[in-house]
């Protein structure tokens, strides 16, 4: 039977879930109510199930209620799809923590909480690790990951998220438990655990995944380079693609990055290069030795200045150092930054890092780059101080105009970060209201009574072609509190 | 054939395969896609879709009243070598497009023995190539589609760049869908760059292979096992010793075993051994270590049921590929009905509600 809004909710939940797993006072309201983006939500209350039949009685009790659903894992996401913008039950997976590790089948079943890194760590003894890293896999959590097909600098070699998912226990409508996919190949049917990967929390939720987990390979090379332009970096990565190579990683950062990490770090970067790339190289040490010479010629035959080559694994650390530290080395520039997330054929990437410089000059803001060269997926970051009168509306405008520069260069919307609300209303940038309103009818099909995480992902009146479907979710504010 | 012939007239050709009873068709257009399939859907009409026709017989039967084909569809849009992405018309040959690929020394990863299977054809029944030991299945390659939908609506999903989030993969969901969402008409697949040595190590044992850490493939027959390599000469060369097997340079993909019938037997990759063990000494098989996948070929069924109880009970499937007309004998081409029929039920509706499409051919009915 359905409920006045909000009338006896907690109750329900507290009853399904104990006391201790439902949180409503303000405080604990407010620390769920964003993920990492800066948009925020006001969730009725906070849930932590424990299991797939908790879920699915919380999915019962927001469907005879009528309130949505949000899942959050570590609320690392940069799109805010784990904001509860529509008010609603926020779901947090944290304490979905079992892994069960299958060494012989090279994979895992992994409880949605549990942290990316993490997984990797135990399945080290075994010889084995999750692919997908996600600068943030330190806290990350692998249901996260699902829910944004999370990418990361090795996903260059091996796919994003999606490639290394075998299978998924996922609480769909109804409270309906289903497996989908499994440890044996091609399981007969539609591929729905694809669909579900990526799909940020509005499809069901996710409460354990079946993951891959792929051999850590023998032996390693990291080559850092300095080119005395970005095209010279650039045209290095086209050519060892073209060579018939594909590093483990290979990354960029402009001279505007790498100047900000050295001031932070002092580690010895060439703060007078145009750009440094990063490339790492895994496999059989007869591989990797000659990967890396191939790698390092080329670099000089593009004008690289040095070429310096980590066999090591403390000197292998100390050249990703200057990488990840990018971010944190902001913060000694601006106190605020926003980090964009886009794509352009790789062979667009030196025209776009010119004209998102132009961009950020006629803004007047700092921007700087460092991103996944070999994919093409750009992270422009613009670092300010949000206390500057007027600055939000022009970092705003300005991101908006890398994106639709992005996609004129023939890009995409995100290439690891995810839809959520940011780009929502830029969906149509990439899309005609056909494609649109397919994907709604996913949606429709999945989630009949629009619980799972509502108006994410697609714009309003995505489904444009059925005149006859699922009213829009009228709530007034503050009414389940 | 009697309902429907008209408005398609225009379209009416001649397609190899298709029953007499049937109207063949070869749409140039993904418009013309949409007017065959709108015909369909307003005189609820079943129409099959035909690539190269290799997989014809795959899936649970279905008697079409219009047969499609896709060999008009069959230009190569754009191919930018440096981006490692290739858009192509349904209707293509495997084999040609590997063929044009490899002159850059790219590949799309798709079967290594095709025949006359079309990039549209593997793509919408799910087939991989071997080497999805090592660089994972179709349905990782393909980054866009342009589908039409069962009532006509053209759709395209995905985007053309190697890496991308935006919005929900239907391009994946069409993959093994057997047409269930629409007809795909064209796709950009993600490439790979192919390196300049590789081998093909004959091995004693399945142990002598895991002395290379992640090779290409690792195949095994009635004829023994065998290790594909490839990388720079170094590496391949050096590889090679450490197998200590004889070995020959280039990749010598086996043939898919024939016989009358032709199977798919999927378990979890550490049963291999085990599922090669439990195959009559009479079935003939190609058996993909690290993957789980091995394609059998056999003159009867007889073995089958037992095969299927077991493979099932593992958590996989013994899937019929081709088989003799009526020669099933009840045994279902796809065995136990999937999880979420219902959801999948749904989610067809939404793209095929008069359910036109190779109706039925899916397992649990769909």
Redesign the interface.
């Known amino acids: 039977m359905k409920y006045p809004l909000g009338v006896g909710l907690i109750e329900d939940l507290r009853r399904a879930l104990g006391d201790e797993n439902v949180l409503e006072k303000p405080v604990e309201l407010y620390l769920y109510s964003k993920d990492a983006s800066l948009i925020r939500g006001t969730p009725t209350c906070v849930v932590f199930p424990t299991d797939a039949a908790e879920v699915a009685e919380v999915v019962r009790i927001a469907e005879s209620h009528d309130v949505p659903i949000v899942a959050r894992g570590a609320g690392t996401g940069l799109a805010a799809g784990a904001s509860p913008t529509e008010g609603g039950i926020v779901l947090t997976t944290t304490a979905m923590q079992s892994v069960e590790l299958d060494p012989e089948n090279h994979c895992a079943w992994v409880g949605a909480g549990v942290i990316n890194l993490d997984l990797s760590k135990q399945a080290a003894p075994y010889g084995l690790q999750f692919a997908p890293d996600p600068s943030s896999q330190s806290a990350c959590t692998i249901g996260g990951n699902v829910a944004n097909n999370s990418g990361g600098p090795h996903c260059l070699a091996e796919g994003s998220t999606t490639s290394h998912v075998l299978g998924l226990e996922v609480v769909i409508t109804g409270g309906e438990v289903v497996v989908l996919g499994g440890k044996a190949p091609d399981p007969p049917g539609l591929d729905l655990k694809g669909l579900v990967v990526g799909s940020e929390g509005t499809l069901g939720i996710v409460t354990r995944a079946l993951v891959r987990l792929i051999p850590i390979e023998p032996d390693v090379r990291t080559l850092l380079m300095d080119f005395p332009t970005v095209e010279g970096a650039a045209a290095t990565v086209s050519e060892v693609i073209a060579a018939g190579l594909v590093p483990a990683a290979l990354e960029l950062m402009d001279q505007r990055m790498t100047v900000a990490v050295e001031n932070w770090l002092g580690a010895g970067l060439p703060t007078d290069a145009a750009a440094i790339l990063l490339a790492e190289v895994v496999g059989e040490t007869e591989g990797v030795r000659s990967d890396a010479e191939i790698i390092g010629d080329i670099a000089r035959k593009h004008g690289a200045g040095t070429v310096e080559v980590a066999e090591t694994e403390a000197h292998r650390a100390l050249l990703w150092k200057g990488r990840k530290s990018a971010f944190g080395a902001i913060a000694q520039l601006a106190p605020d930054y926003y980090l964009h997330d886009a794509v352009v054929p790789r062979t667009k990437l030196v025209e776009t890092m010119k004209a998102i410089y132009e961009i950020a000059d006629r803004y007047e803001l700092t921007l700087l780059n460092v991103f996944h060269a070999g994919d093409g997926n750009l992270h422009p970051l613009i670092a300010f101080d949000a206390g500057d009168p007027g600055i939000n509306e022009k970092v705003h405008r300005a991101g908006d105009e890398i994106v639709a520069l992005c996609l004129r260069n023939g890009g995409a919307l995100s290439g690891e970060h995810g839809i959520g609300i940011e780009k929502r209303d830029m969906m149509r940038t990439s899309f005609t209201e056909l494609d649109l309103d397919a994907q709604a009818r996913l949606k429709e099909a999945f989630d009949p009574q629009g619980v799972f995480n509502p108006n994410k992902i697609l714009p309003e009146g995505s489904r444009c072609f059925d005149f006859g479907g699922v009213p829009r979710r009228e709530v007034p504010e503050g009414v389940w509190v | 054939m009697t309902a429907g012939a008209t408005g398609l007239e225009s379209l009416r050709t001649e397609v190899p395969g298709a029953p007499d009873t049937a109207l063949g068709v070869a749409p140039r257009s993904p418009d013309e896609v949409a007017q065959v399939l709108r015909h369909a859907t307003e005189h609820g009409l079943v129409v099959q879709v035909r690539g190269g026709g290799t997989h014809s017989g795959y899936g649970s039967p279905i008697t079409p009243d219009i047969v499609l084909s896709t060999r008009h569809l069959a230009g190569v849009e754009s191919w ?6 290739l858009v192509v018309g349904a209707g293509a040959g495997i084999a040609e497009v590997e063929m044009m690929l490899g002159g850059k ?1 790219q590949t799309a990863v798709m079967p290594e023995r095709p025949g006359d299977a079309t990039v549209g054809g593997v793509i919408s029944v ?1 087939l ?1 190539g071997w080497r ?1 030991a090592r660089l ?2 179709t ?2 390659r393909v980054l866009e589609v342009t589908l039409v ?1 069962g009532d006509g ?5 995905g ?12 391009h ?2 069409v ?3 057997f047409g ?1 969402f629409g007809v795909v008409v064209s796709v950009c697949l993600k490439l ?5 040595a590789a081998a093909t190590v004959a091995v004693d044992s399945v142990e002598t292979a895991r002395l ?3 090779p290409l493939a690792v195949l095994g027959d009635r004829s023994g096992i065998r290790v594909y390599l490839w ?5 391949v ?3 090679a010793e450490r197998l200590g097997g004889r070995h020959s340079g280039g990749h010598e993909w086996p043939d898919d075993p024939s016989g009358a019938f032709k199977w ?1 037997l ?5 049963l291999v051994p085990e599922a090669i063990g439990r195959l009559p000494e009479d079935w003939a098989f190609v058996a993909s270590y ?4 091995l394609r059998a070929a056999s003159e009867g069924s007889g073995a089958a049921a037992e095969i299927r109880d077991w ?1 099932e009970a ?4 013994l ?1 019929v590929v081709e088989a003799p007309p009526g020669a099933l004998d009840g045994l279902d081409p ?2 136990a009905a ?4 219902d ?2 039920r ?6 095929d509600p008069a359910r036109v499409i190779n109706p039925g051919r ?3 009915g ?1």
């Open positions: 930018e070598p440096d981006d490692l992405t020394s799910g991989s999805r994972y299945s349905r990782e939908t609506r053209i759709v395209r999903a985007g053309r760049v190697v890496k991308n989030v935006t919005g929900y993969d239907l994946r969901l993959v093994g869908a269930a790979w760059p192919v390196p300049p290379v850490s992640r990388g720079s000469d170094e590496e060369e050096a590889l798919s999927r378990v979890p990759p550490a690290g993957v789980g996948e493979a593992a958590g996989g499937a899937v796809w065995g999937p999880p979420a029929v959801l999948q749904r989610l067809i509706a939404q793209f899916l397992p649990g769909l």
